[in-house]
């Protein structure tokens, strides 16, 4: 199975803008990109997910490398609260053993 | 928020006895999982039912069994505890349509084997 790899740790200003890298150079064509975040003392929550295409909503963006070997999710205004531990997973057709790895720990400086 | 409850949401044991931690979900998801999470280990998938009676193994099944009476209740049974369990566990759901759908998790449990 495909594996990612996330930097253990990030910090960012509060209301500047966070890129968050993700790699995934063994990512199959049926992989989907997921990104979830935890919360202290909450369970994961979804923020988004991509295949090909950039993607947005209103938690985030997604921005997805040409040849799908990286992906990253950019928060466009990062405050206090998107301080959270975030999962970069992939996601294969089918497959409902989906792994989370130990993610992005975000601190955001007020 | 998908409706998920999770009980009892702390619980101390001793090792050897059972344990049975109970998921429930108003949501009609079809898809439910169990996770384990520990220092240094992230989210690892225990168990996951994709229907009523319908379970499969996760990466980390050995000690553990679950079962699906009914669509909204998801039990995760040690059957005899150990240190080696103390752990937070987490269940989640998915709606099941379509292999895109996002899951949704409860608040946790918090397990201590002594």
């Known amino acids: 199975d495909a594996k990612t790899t996330q930097p253990n740790s990030m910090e960012s200003n509060e209301e500047e803008p966070v890129h968050l890298p993700c790699n995934h150079s063994?990512?199959?064509?049926?992989?989907?990109i997921h990104w979830y975040r935890q919360l202290p003392s909450q369970g994961p929550e979804y923020v988004i997910h991509?295949?090909?295409s950039n993607v947005n909503n209103r938690m985030a963006s997604l921005a997805i490398a040409e040849d799908r070997k990286s992906s990253t999710l950019i928060l466009h205004r990062a405050t206090l609260r998107d301080a959270a531990v975030y999962y970069c997973?992939?996601?294969?057709?089918?497959?409902?053993?989906?792994?989370f790895g130990t993610g992005t720990r975000l601190t955001i400086i007020p | 928020d998908a409706g998920i409850t999770q009980s009892p949401r702390h619980k101390v044991t001793e090792t050897g006895t059972p344990v049975t931690l109970r998921c429930h979900q108003t949501?009609?998801?079809?898809?439910m999982y169990w996770y384990r999470q520990d220092p240094g280990h992230g989210l690892r998938l225990i168990h996951y039912?994709?229907?009523?009676?319908?379970?499969d193994k996760g990466e980390v099944s050995d000690g553990y069994s679950v079962s699906r009476s009914k669509t909204e209740d998801f039990l995760l049974t040690l059957e005899s505890a150990t240190s080696s369990q103390t752990s937070v566990y987490f269940c989640?759901?998915?709606?099941?349509?379509?292999?895109?759908?996002?899951?949704?998790f409860g608040e946790g449990s918090r397990l201590t084997v002594l």
């Open positions: 039912s994709y229907g009523v009676k319908d379970t």
């Open positions: 063994t990512i199959s064509g049926t992989d989907y």
């Open positions: 997973i992939l996601r294969k057709r089918g497959n409902e053993k989906l792994t």
């Open positions: 949501e009609n998801h079809r898809y």
């Open positions: 989640a759901t998915r709606t099941g349509t379509g292999d895109t759908g996002e899951l949704f």
């Open positions: 991509g295949l090909t």
